[in-house]
């Protein structure tokens, strides 16, 4: 089998490959140690939406202060996380972490907004997801209407299970994205069928979207195609003003990325967002 009928996104085993086994046995033992030691933290970036300059949401992104290391990226720890296993409990941690988080913001009296939460492979093939997320969500008293999770092209391959899937969320009331959307092997009749919620258009296409006419065409394909399908639509990675209008011009809904702000710890993003009357964005 090659990886692509395993469904497994190339991209993410790359720097696993340049791993060295030892250097990959030892990040496995410490990530096994980190959830006890209290090692993870999350980030959370905002997310606006284009025609109010609101903000709407945040996605969570997951941070690891290593002990000896300092701060390792997600994308260095994550391939090794997924192929071990420990990225079932990590990302367990993760998601309730974030809700609970969402949760405490939304009793505080802030505006409601939806928190996004990166899923992986794995993770979405648990069994019984929904029932556990559902149960969860019931626990801590938050409606599911502010939790999307991001699941990747990849995931999809297994089109029964990820139907199955997919229903049961969308069931539940959660929100379902498609994350690094363009860059996987989605086809359009699954794009069709399956019961999703959004397009988050990859940032590699948008970040050279003013200088490659090629990506801007893709972008405003992904954007059109979002609109006739009913699907919203989230660049990602947007940088800079020319940017934000080109997506303002394709009617693209919602934008991320540094141009509004990196991803921030909850103090900050509680500081400078939830408690500015214009939610803190650039005008
Ligand atoms: P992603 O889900 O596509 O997240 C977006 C990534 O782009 C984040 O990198 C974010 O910091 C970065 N980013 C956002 N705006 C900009 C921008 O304007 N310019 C540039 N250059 N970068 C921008 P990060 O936090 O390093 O995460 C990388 C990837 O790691 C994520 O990509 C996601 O696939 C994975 N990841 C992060 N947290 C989790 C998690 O909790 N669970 C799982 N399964 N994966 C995670
Ligand atoms: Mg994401
Ligand atoms: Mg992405
Ligand atoms: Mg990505």
Redesign the pocket.
Known sequence: HNAKEQGVDIR?YVPLMQMKAAERLKMENDLRRALERDEFY??Y?PQVQLSTKELVGM?????WQHPKRGIV???EF?PV??ESGL?VP??EW?LTTACRQNKEWQTAGYRPICVS????MR?FLQPNLAGKIGEFLKRIGLDPCYVDL?I?ESMTLDKEKAFEQLKRLKELGVFISI??FGTGYSSLHYLKNMPIDRL?I??SF??EVMEDSNNAAIVSTITSMAHHLKLKVTA????NEDQLQFLRQQRCHEA????FS??VRAQEFENIFLKSATFGMPS
């Open positions: 993410r999350l980030e970036q996605e969570a992104l997951l941070r990226s997600p994308v994550i996380a997924e990225i990590i990302g993760v939460v990166n899923l992986s993770q991001e990747t994350d690094d988050k990859d940032r948008v970040s990602e990675g947007v940088e991320q990325g540094y141009f990196k991803p």
